[in-house]
């Protein structure tokens, strides 16, 4: 694919490449603080920019063990994921060719009506629900009516059940500068270093062209370099897809073209982005919770009915998050989250402690306090317990006076349940 060819296609937003672009071998230069004398120095750079024709040569046709291109593109149980669990794969590959199709504002008949489109109206639906296998020619036809390279989208569809693009390595910073592994050291103080520089990204593609000069500087051999860092990531192997429940999908919104779902922050109005799926809204949400934002409200409208449904997510940590509100859009997302091809990656925080309701508590909460939780989605003691003190300041209508109020009640009603 030529340079051209792939600047005119949208693109999904991705984690920032922790590397240079390919054919150079160099670290990114962390983001400066700010300009002046009083500026701290940038960190120092794991690499020199520049680096001779044969050393990118060289990265570029490794073989052997040590190839770490293949090592990428190929990571011990990429293969069998993809292979033996055909029916995720098929509704993932899907739901991607739905989203390139409502992304360019057409209906499923007017798919049908491109030059090239010879398949029936079942067809395409079962080929978008993931019920049927499209084969390499549809798929083509399909890709091309809607001017999308086929490679393009098979890309994105491992990207959803593998967690990253083909040739790249993910790396998030937090785990990688609390390695004690002596031989990531290099690694760790740079990963502390692009951490301490606010709004830098918590993750990071490593890209197979910067994996050989790193290895060097580690001291190690790329693959020894690749297994390493694939050892470093919490989140706990796919050995083996489970195929999900397809007759439990949700399925109750009839083609999602006159579906939108918005986010928010808390008490805005403006719309941080929409979407028309469940799935893409959860992705979307767990990225603005790696970058910080602690509450996110959604609404889901339907255009033919008028209608529309809440539901707020809550980072409890950074990968556990409530889901707020009594609609079938908030039971939705919660049953969403606890299918295992979701490929947010997020799971729903355990509630623990009675569902004593805002209004009976002892003592009670001041009622300004109260409403503003409402307000939010809160409505039992066992939310309100599972989210720490430190995150209280992302409700709206409930500034510090109110907040140290709140954390002074829960205290109570723990003491009080644990003397009980």
Not at 198 to 205: M, Q, T
Request: neutral net charge; contains cysteine; proline residues 9%.
């Amino acid at each position: 694919m030529t340079a051209g060819e792939r600047s005119r296609l949208p693109r999904a937003t991705l984690p920032q490449h922790g590397f240079s672009a390919p054919g150079t071998l160099a670290l990114h230069d962390p983001p400066s603080p700010g300009a002046g004398e009083a500026a701290d120095p940038a960190p120092p750079r794991l690499a020199p920019i520049g680096a001779d024709a044969a050393t990118n040569t060289r990265c570029a046709s490794a073989g052997g063990e040590d190839d770490a291109v293949s090592l990428l593109g190929h990571r011990p149980g990429t293969l069998a994921v993809l292979a033996e669990d055909a029916e995720l794969y098929n509704l993932v590959l899907g739901d991607e060719l739905r989203k390139r199709r409502t992304g360019r504002k057409w209906t499923r008949k007017n798919m049908l009506d491109q030059p090239g489109v010879e398949v029936a109206l079942q067809t395409l639906t079962s080929y978008e629900q993931g019920t049927r296998q499209a084969t390499v020619h549809r798929l083509v036809e399909l890709c091309a009516a809607m001017d999308v390279l086929p490679q393009d989208l098979l890309a994105s569809v491992q990207l959803r059940i593998l967690g990253r693009e083909p040739g790249r390595l993910r790396v998030r910073l937090p785990v990688l500068a609390a390695s004690d592994d002596p031989g990531l050291a290099p690694m760790a103080r740079w990963a502390a270093a692009m951490l301490r520089h606010p709004g830098h990204p918590l993750e990071v593609d490593l890209e197979p062209v910067a994996i050989e000069p790193m290895a060097e500087l580690c001291g190690l051999g790329p693959a020894d370099l690749v297994a390493r860092l694939s050892a470093l990531d919490p989140r706990p192997a796919r050995e083996k897809a489970t195929a999900p429940d397809v007759a439990a999908r949700p399925r109750a919104l009839p083609d999602h073209d006159t579906v939108s779902i918005t986010a928010r922050r808390l008490g805005s109005r403006a719309a941080l982005w929409r979407t028309d799926d469940a799935d893409s809204a959860l992705e979307q949400v767990a990225v603005h919770i790696r970058g910080g934002l602690h509450f996110i409200a959604l609404v889901r409208s339907d255009a033919n009915s008028g209608s529309e449904e809440k539901a707020t997510v809550v980072a409890v940590r950074s990968a556990e998050v409530l889901i707020l509100g009594s609609t079938s859009f908030a039971a939705q997302l919660r049953s969403d989250l606890a299918r295992p091809d979701c490929p947010a990656r997020l799971r729903l925080t355990p509630l623990s402690g009675p569902a004593t309701p805002l209004d009976g508590l002892a003592p009670p909460l001041p009622t300004a306090t109260r409403n503003a939780l409402a307000e939010a989605g809160f409505t039992t003691l066992a939310e309100l317990s599972s989210v720490g003190e430190t995150r209280w300041n992302g409700v709206p209508g409930l500034g510090a006076a109110r907040a140290k109020a709140l954390a002074s009640v829960l205290r109570e009603n723990r003491r009080r349940r644990a003397d009980s």
